[in-house]
């Protein structure tokens, strides 16, 4: 898989394509990513790469010819790929679209930074407008690494073991991971930890995980992952696979919920601040 990255600062990609799994990922040649400066396609002496907007009003706004020159300079090495500018305008990413992605040859991301880019840009170049969250950042390299980041873990070869990314939260059963647990099995309290837990156990593991039994683990780690969707993020349960039997184990949930002494779950209306 080839990625093109298009920015202003690609020295803030460096680290992040040289340690982890993306690191390993462009050792291995799984993928292969090229940065290009949008301030290298600018012909005036003061290299300049913004202007004021049209209309007034604060900040600035990405000039066209020096970043539409830099898209087209990477479609060149790349001319079957898929071009994708990040702002909160864009399409909510989600896991089916990162999966989806994976099995292109190519995708160019294009980081703006100030108040935006100019709009004939993506009339000309762009082919989708992709946001991470309904929250602003300073410029579109976080988002971009993001869809590195999301999309080489799905490739074939890249995560050491290959059940690893279709196990994940998210994996092809839309539900959220369940707990993990390591050595030791006893956790001392430690000194100044903190005791905003004091009615559950932070010490010992759950006994089934050191059964042996693999259908028991299995069985308790699906237990889990359902009722920690359930109590989280319960929206994901509409479009999540599960099984009849699971289902009404959802809609015991659901009563001991509204019956029980448990906290009532919001799921008509999600908060907004202002
Ligand atoms: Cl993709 N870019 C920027 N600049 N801010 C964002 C975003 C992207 N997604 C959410 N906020």
């Known amino acids: 898989m080839r990625f093109g990255v298009v920015t202003l600062f690609p020295e803030l990609l460096d680290a992040f394509l040289a340690a982890g799994v993306v690191g390993r990922a462009v050792k291995n040649s799984s993928i292969e990513v090229q940065l290009e400066n949008p301030r290298n396609h600018t012909v005036d002496g003061h290299r300049t790469v913004d202007d004021r907007p049209f209309g007034g009003g604060p900040g600035m706004v990405m000039k066209a010819e020096p970043l539409g020159r830099?898209?087209?300079?990477?479609?060149?090495?790349?001319?079957?790929?898929?071009?994708?500018?990040?702002?909160?305008?864009?399409?909510?990413?989600?896991?089916?679209?990162?999966?989806?992605?994976?099995?292109?040859?190519?995708?160019?991301?294009?980081?703006?930074?100030?108040?935006?880019?100019?709009?004939?840009?993506?009339?000309?170049?762009?082919?989708?407008?992709?946001?991470i969250g309904d929250y602003v950042l300073s410029g579109g390299e976080v988002a971009a690494m993001v869809i590195?980041?999301?999309?080489?873990?799905?490739?074939?070869?890249?995560?050491?073991?290959?059940?690893?990314?279709?196990?994940?939260?998210?994996?092809?059963?839309?539900?959220?991971?369940?707990?993990?647990?390591?050595?030791?099995?006893?956790?001392?309290?430690?000194?100044?930890?903190?005791?905003?837990?004091?009615h559950e156990d932070t010490r010992s593991v759950p006994a089934v995980l050191l059964s042996g039994d693999h259908k028991l683990i299995a069985q308790w780690r699906r237990d889990a992952a359902i009722k920690r969707t359930w109590e989280r993020r319960p929206e994901l349960l509409a479009n999540a696979t599960i099984s009849v039997a699971e289902r009404k184990q959802i809609e015991q949930l659901n009563r001991a919920g509204r019956d029980g002494a448990t906290e009532p779950q919001q799921v008509e209306k999600n908060e907004q601040d202002h």
């Open 70 to 131: 830099a898209i087209q300079a990477v479609k060149q090495s790349m001319p079957l790929a898929k071009t994708i500018y990040l702002s909160p305008q864009g399409r909510p990413l989600t896991q089916a679209m990162l999966r989806d992605w994976s099995k292109l040859p190519g995708i160019i991301l294009v980081a703006g930074r100030y108040e935006g880019i100019d709009e004939r840009v993506i009339q000309r170049h762009i082919d989708e407008e992709v946001s």
């Open 148 to 198: 590195v980041d999301g999309v080489s873990r799905l490739l074939p070869g890249v995560l050491g073991h290959p059940d690893s990314a279709a196990e994940d939260s998210f994996g092809e059963d839309g539900l959220l991971d369940h707990p993990h647990y390591t050595r030791p099995e006893w956790l001392d309290d430690l000194e100044g930890a903190s005791d905003a837990t004091e």
